[in-house]
């Protein structure tokens, strides 16, 4: 299968970028309903989101955060996440072009770490959760909502039928599950649910382990 690079997601989401929130409204409106609300609902502290992407969850976020650093590969995307900053005057966010897989943020300096909707175009989701682990402080919370491998065989041959086209249009690998790369990179799933049709939706919680030994 085409393993996509960094550049492909960028040429792919730079060409898709006004499309991008029309897409995303139906989407959640028949198939991920509410859990772009839960991931965010989620985050306390200081907060790392990684694939801010149009920037569609920052209205959302509460006062339980202290501070938002937002990361996006697509210089597309990150222009209209800024937009949306500066118009709805949202504070206590930062927005910087960067990598998920290589963040230029300091080690163990957040509470939360964020990804909606992003690991399935990473071009290697482990380098990411690792990245993330790194980032997080110890008892942090790695909060992922995502599309994956359905949980229901004919919705599997359908989706690895097609998910050739998805990576090579859009970089969307589409039955991806996250959890082994979060596992593989140390961390604790301390809940994971299913739901949307055919199961495609993952919500998923994991834990950093604190410094007294908790897994």
């Not at 801010?52 to 202290?66: A, M, Q």
């Not at 300096?109 to 690792?130: G, K, N, V």
């Not at 799933?189 to 949307?196: D, K, L, M």
Request: proline share 5%; charged share 25%.
């Amino acid at each position: 299968m085409y393993q996509t690079s960094n550049e492909d997601i960028r040429k792919a989401f730079n060409k898709n970028a006004r499309l991008y929130d029309r897409w995303m409204v139906f989407f959640e409106r028949y198939v991920a309903v509410g859990t772009r609300d839960w991931a965010v609902s989620m985050a306390r502290g200081e907060v790392i989101e990684i694939g801010v992407g149009s920037g569609l969850n920052l209205p959302l976020y509460g006062p339980g955060i202290e501070h938002l650093t937002g990361i996006e590969l697509s210089e597309g995307m990150l222009a209209i996440a800024r937009r949306r900053v500066a118009e709805r005057r949202i504070d206590r966010v930062e927005l910087h072009h960067g990598d998920a897989q290589a963040l230029d943020l300091p080690s163990e300096s957040a509470d939360t770490f964020i990804s909606t909707f992003t690991f399935c175009t990473i071009p290697d989701p482990l380098a990411a959760s690792r990245e993330a682990y790194r980032v997080l402080r110890p008892g942090g919370v790695f909060v992922l909502a995502e599309h994956g491998r359905s949980t229901h065989a004919l919705g599997r041959a359908v989706m690895r039928a097609i998910e050739p086209l998805c990576i090579r249009v859009s970089a969307d690998h589409i039955t991806r599950d996250p959890v082994p790369y979060l596992t593989n990179a140390g961390f604790s799933i301390t809940e994971v649910q299913r739901g949307g049709p055919g199961g495609i939706v993952f919500r998923i919680l994991a834990h950093k382990p604190d410094t007294y030994g908790d897994h």
